[in-house]
């Protein structure tokens, strides 16, 4: 069996144990804290330390509030449904320099710095330890500073470990260049010293690798070095032609639990049942709707639950409309093609538009099922991300139609109200089939999928298309599109239809993985074709979509498609001149000096 670090905190339990019973009696020192010798003295002990950094590190990337926020700051997903009402477009024009916005950092940086003078200084440990001790806080320095460049371009670089006599006014980095040139720096440290093997919830050679093609779009858009295109696609075919990772066809059981230590994945973040429960893990929690037979009763809807409360969560975000039209479909009369749902020949041929107010409104011109119309033969990763109506799901026929169980109005409350998904749609994708349900207090395993093989087919992808290289990004973000979305390949060959299509690959590819925003941001860097024509730094469409949902009548025999109504919290708005970066809180401006200046906008 494939060993695993499931639970990163039971290491340090059997350190305790073990230091327990090797102390005498009457030794009164405090035993409820480490021993910095002990802990430093041997593998096992220094493992112990850099697995609670993980921990630490990996909350930027595993939080509920990453989740919620990045995938609201677009209109992949609406929050509302246990009364949350946030838009990041209303929130980024209200943006001052007097909060944090995730900023301080800095215990999680001195953990990896501990790392490395620690490790480097023991004479119990030999090079070897020491070599990969050393890698692999680079690696989780690198990933703390990732998360920093993207959100605030120029960090504080704390390269070494401070002391109480160190002078703390460290100025920050002098542009957003340097930034990412320190941060390929550690990354490279970091492929050098990491083995290739690791157990599960350990990053490896690979995982770094994974990491440079990451960082290496995002320093390219952001400092205008195409050079980093190259160490992308090095990094890229270093790790595909390795052979140590396949895609993988069962994309849903890749993260629901099913296949949690799949092929494909390069490096997650995983729980254990033991010391995790539902309410834990706000990727269920938050997503998974909250209803029973009484009110399905109550106002008329159907059908009812075999089992009563088997949705009993708080989900406060869904999927929306928008995100929902990137699934495409296969042509029922020419299955070589796939095209947008409401485009096929068997859409087009059963219904008819209707003129309304609404973005869109549309009924049956014969018999049948408008829903079968829309959801049958979609793209596969579109029944593994969400849940529709008449689909199923935990064993239970969902309907969200007019009258259907999970309907956003079934609670007989506003849209804001009920912890029910206002647009119609929920997040399948991460929820796993817990037994009995997913419910406060229920145990499961959990894991994030941090780096994977298809994402890194797409930063392949992109990196090609940046070079120009169209027949050869088409070819790898075909990856993904067939083996994960069972969709004919992309024929496209010339660089604006290569773009359309693989800037959708990778939002359906990867919705809930922490990925849109910043994907919009660096295409909107691009310009061009990546960013519909404008100018490199120029506004980005997506970003002034406002979110929308479906509504599908009694007999679905129509729908409409409506926007998600919030008056003045959903007004969408980009000012281009500040919103690439957030702004540097002025605590920490006024802290390290004028050697730190604020972003611009700010």
């Known amino acids: 069996m494939t060993k695993k670090i499931k639970v990163l905190g039971v290491v340090f339990v059997c350190m305790i144990i073990v230091f327990a019973c090797k102390r005498n009696i009457l030794d009164t020192k405090p035993y409820d804290k480490f021993d910095e010798t002990a802990v430093w003295s041997s593998r096992a002990g220094a493992d112990a330390f850099v697995n609670n950094t993980y921990a630490q590190v990996m909350s930027l990337y595993t939080s509920a509030t990453s989740h919620v926020q990045q995938d609201t700051w677009t209109t992949n997903a609406v929050t509302g449904g246990c009364g949350q009402v946030s838009y990041f477009n209303l929130w980024a024009d209200l943006l001052t320099r007097d909060d944090d916005y995730g900023f301080n950092q800095f215990s999680k940086i001195r953990l990896c710095n501990l790392i490395i003078d620690k490790a480097n200084n023991s004479p119990a440990l030999t090079d070897t330890d020491k070599k990969e001790l050393t890698a692999e806080a680079k690696f989780l320095r690198a990933m703390t500073y990732f998360w920093l460049a993207r959100r605030f371009g120029r960090v504080i670089w704390v390269g070494e470990l401070l002391t109480p006599d160190d002078d703390f006014k460290i100025p920050?980095?002098?542009?957003?260049?340097?930034?990412?040139?320190?941060?390929?720096?550690?990354?490279?440290?970091?492929?050098?010293?990491?083995?290739?093997?690791?157990?599960?919830?350990?990053?490896?050679?690979?995982?770094?690798?994974?990491?440079?093609?990451?960082?290496?779009?995002?320093?390219?858009?952001?400092?205008?070095?195409?050079?980093?295109?190259?160490?992308?696609?090095?990094?890229?075919?270093?790790?595909?032609?390795?052979?140590?990772?396949?895609?993988?066809?069962?994309?849903?059981?890749?993260?629901?639990?099913?296949?949690?230590?799949?092929?494909?994945?390069?490096?997650?973040?995983?729980?254990?049942?033991?010391?995790?429960?539902?309410?834990?893990?706000?990727?269920?929690?938050?997503?998974?709707?909250?209803?029973?037979?009484?009110?399905?009763?109550?106002?008329?809807?159907?059908?009812?639950?075999?089992?009563?409360?088997?949705?009993?969560?708080?989900?406060?975000?869904?999927?929306?409309?928008?995100?929902?039209?990137?699934?495409?479909?296969?042509?029922?009369?020419?299955?070589?093609?796939?095209?947008?749902?409401?485009?096929?020949?068997?859409?087009?041929?059963?219904?008819?538009?209707?003129?309304?107010?609404?973005?869109?409104?549309?009924?049956?011109?014969g018999g049948g099922s408008i829903s079968r119309l829309m959801y049958e033969n979609r793209d596969k990763r579109f029944y593994a991300t969400v849940a529709y109506d008449s689909c199923t799901w935990f064993d239970e026929t969902v309907t969200t139609n007019t009258n259907g169980n999970l309907n956003r109005y079934c609670k007989g409350v506003a849209d804001i109200g009920g912890c029910i998904s206002v647009t119609n749609y929920m997040w399948r994708k991460g929820v796993y089939n817990v037994t009995p349900r997913v419910f406060y207090g229920i145990p499961s395993d959990y894991h994030w999928v941090i780096f994977r093989l298809g994402r890194v087919y797409l930063n392949l992808a992109e990196a090609l298309l940046k070079q120009n290289k169209i027949p050869e990004a088409v070819q790898a973000y075909n990856k993904t599109r067939t083996v994960h979305g069972g969709l004919p390949a992309s024929t496209a060959y010339d660089a604006a239809d290569a773009w359309t299509d693989y800037k959708r690959e990778r939002r359906v590819d990867l919705a809930k993985e922490l990925d849109y925003y910043w994907s919009l941001l660096r295409w909107g860097k691009y310009g061009g074709e990546a960013n519909h024509g404008a100018a490199p730094g120029g506004k980005i469409p997506e970003l002034l979509e406002k979110p929308s949902t479906i509504e599908i009548n009694v007999n679905r025999t129509g729908y409409r498609i409506e926007v998600v109504n919030y008056g003045s919290a959903d007004q969408r708005s980009f000012d281009e001149t500040r919103r690439y970066l957030l702004p540097i809180p002025n605590n920490q401006i006024v802290r390290h000096g004028p050697g730190l200046d604020q972003n611009p906008g700010y």
């Not at 980095?173 to 290739?196: F, N, R």
């Not at 992308?232 to 629901?256: L, W």
């Not at 799949?262 to 997650?268: D, L, R, T, W």
Request: glycine letters at 6%; a negative charge.
């Open 172 to 365: 920050s980095t002098q542009s957003v260049a340097e930034t990412y040139s320190l941060i390929m720096k550690d990354i490279d440290d970091a492929i050098a010293g990491m083995p290739e093997s690791t157990p599960s919830g350990k990053a490896n050679k690979y995982a770094a690798l994974a990491l440079k093609t990451e960082v290496g779009l995002q320093a390219a858009a952001y400092t205008g070095d195409d050079n980093y295109y190259k160490q992308v696609v090095d990094a890229a075919n270093a790790i595909t032609s390795s052979g140590k990772y396949t895609m993988d066809e069962d994309y849903e059981g890749m993260f629901n639990g099913e296949n949690r230590y799949s092929s494909e994945i390069i490096f997650a973040v995983y729980r254990d049942k033991a010391n995790t429960n539902c309410d834990n893990i706000d990727d269920m929690q938050h997503v998974v709707p909250n209803q029973n037979n009484d009110n399905v009763t109550k106002f008329g809807l159907e059908p009812l639950f075999k089992v009563d409360k088997i949705f009993e969560a708080w989900a406060s975000y869904g999927v929306s409309q928008n995100l929902v039209n990137d699934y495409l479909v296969v042509d029922g009369a020419d299955p070589s093609k796939a095209v947008r749902w409401d485009a096929t020949s068997q859409f087009m041929s059963h219904v008819t538009k209707v003129a309304s107010s609404y973005v869109d409104s549309a009924h049956l011109t």
